[in-house]
């Protein structure tokens, strides 16, 4: 089955006994009803499993070719659940440029459960090698990454993450399973925040992890169910419904994403633009290697120096939306420094160039004049 079918079908094998309904019913329940004790039909309770849960992850799983899927109630309470897979003394390399809620995730809740974390530069894979040890147990990637849109090698640190025996973990939640599959290039785990693209319109908070391997899920399965950050089946119907217009999404996120990207790279009042399908992007080979387009984020930098005039020109726009998050239908503009990467110290986030007066889009799937329109008398 092909990626378009699947985020239609992938996953659904079974029309509803009930009534033939097409869409998954939404079981809004607690509890199910048993003939005797232990005697049920799969579910018991719906904190450990729910049948709108798990045709949700079911059809992530899918669109991602793996076996495995799990949904929790956010991004992060996903990320949460893969390093707790981890004991104290063990150790995380994590790449440099990364979500701002991951890193405070990382630094401020499990440091202080003994867990290392090793925040490094990954755009060379020869680099991620360099400071693995007998202690690492976990390579965390994002590509591209947020907000840098840094592209990073999946292939050549899959190699590396089997060679010493490290699981390999991928936030695509950028990418999307439209543009990038990392399974299938050899990675441990996928990571969503499917309140991103996967959802795509801006109603539904949700996390997601996607596996192949049948041991490392029923680890991450009782996690799941002994935290208990699952979601409920409200928002896994939204999710669901969200999942089956993916890939003609996408599709639109793409061209706008590129025109928009070559609009302000030849502007003049704007000094840098990071977008993985611009040539001139440090590894823009990598991207088209590893995804299939280069989707809808991209970030600039204005010429002026001064924080207030950047701000004025985001303050100056009309179609795009001043806030927080990304990967809906309509186009938002965020300032990493004080929204998204605000938690990140301002010297670590100067290193990785998340500099004041650095601007974040999510580029929507509105008529890409309207948005151009926009953004040049903002500019201006």
């Known amino acids: 089955m092909k990626f378009n079918t699947k985020t239609i079908h992938g996953g659904q094998e079974n029309i509803d006994p009930a009534f033939g309904a097409v869409m998954p019913p939404i079981y809004q329940t607690t509890t199910y009803a048993q003939s005797a004790p232990g005697g049920h039909k799969g579910f018991e309770y719906s904190r450990s499993k729910n049948p709108t849960r798990s045709n949700l992850e079911r059809a992530i799983a899918s669109i991602e070719n793996g076996k495995f899927g799990l949904a929790f109630s956010s991004g992060m309470a996903a990320i949460d659940a893969v390093i707790k897979l981890l004991k104290p003394g063990d150790e995380v390399i994590a790449s440099s440029d990364l979500y701002g809620g991951t890193y405070r995730l990382f630094t401020t809740i499990f440091q202080d459960f003994g867990v290392k974390f090793h925040f490094i530069n990954m755009s060379a894979p020869s680099n991620i090698e360099q400071h693995i040890t007998k202690k690492t147990k976990l390579i965390w990637v994002e590509t591209p990454t947020n907000p840098m849109m840094n592209i990073l090698d999946i292939k050549s640190t899959v190699t590396i993450a089997k060679k010493y025996r490290v699981l390999l973990a991928v936030d695509n939640t950028f990418a999307t399973p439209y543009l990038q599959q990392p399974l299938?290039?050899?990675?441990?785990?996928?990571?969503?925040?499917?309140?991103?693209?996967?959802?795509?319109?801006?109603?539904?908070?949700?996390?997601?992890?996607?596996?192949?391997?049948?041991?490392?899920?029923?680890?991450?399965?009782?996690?799941?169910?002994?935290?208990?950050?699952?979601s409920g089946p409200q928002d896994c119907f939204l999710v669901l419904r969200g999942i089956k217009t993916l890939h003609i999404r996408m599709q639109r996120h793409c061209e706008n994403g590129m025109a928009i990207a070559q609009f302000l790279n030849?502007?003049?009042?704007?000094?840098?633009?990071?977008?993985?399908?611009?040539?001139?992007?440090?590894n823009h080979h990598i991207a088209k290697q590893q995804?299939?387009?280069?989707?809808?984020?991209?970030?600039?930098?204005?010429?002026?120096?001064?924080?207030?005039?950047?701000?004025?020109?985001?303050?100056?726009?009309?179609?795009?939306?001043?806030?927080?998050?990304?990967?809906?239908?309509?186009?938002?503009?965020?300032?990493?420094?004080?929204?998204?990467?605000?938690?990140?110290?301002?010297?670590?986030?100067?290193?990785?160039?998340?500099?004041?007066?650095?601007?974040?889009?999510?580029?929507?799937?509105?008529?890409?004049?309207?948005?151009?329109?926009?953004?040049?008398?903002?500019?201006?």
Do not use: W
């Open 291 to 380: 995804m299939t387009g280069f989707g809808g984020m991209l970030s600039f930098v204005p010429a002026t120096e001064k924080l207030d005039e950047a701000l004025k020109i985001i303050e100056n726009l009309k179609v795009f939306t001043l806030a927080e998050s990304l990967g809906g239908v309509e186009s938002l503009a965020g300032h990493p420094a004080t929204m998204t990467h605000a938690s990140i110290p301002k010297s670590e986030r100067e290193k990785n160039g998340i500099v004041d007066t650095l601007i974040r889009l999510s580029v929507g799937i509105e008529d890409v004049d309207d948005l151009i329109a926009d953004l040049n008398q903002a500019i201006f």
């Open 184 to 230: 299938c290039l050899g990675a441990d785990i996928v990571m969503h925040s499917a309140t991103k693209y996967l959802g795509g319109h801006s109603d539904v908070v949700m996390g997601a992890l996607v596996v192949n391997d049948e041991k490392l899920a029923k680890k991450l399965y009782f996690i799941q169910n002994a935290s208990g950050a699952i």
């Open 266 to 282: 030849n502007h003049p009042k704007i000094k840098k633009v990071y977008y993985p399908g611009l040539e001139n992007h440090p």
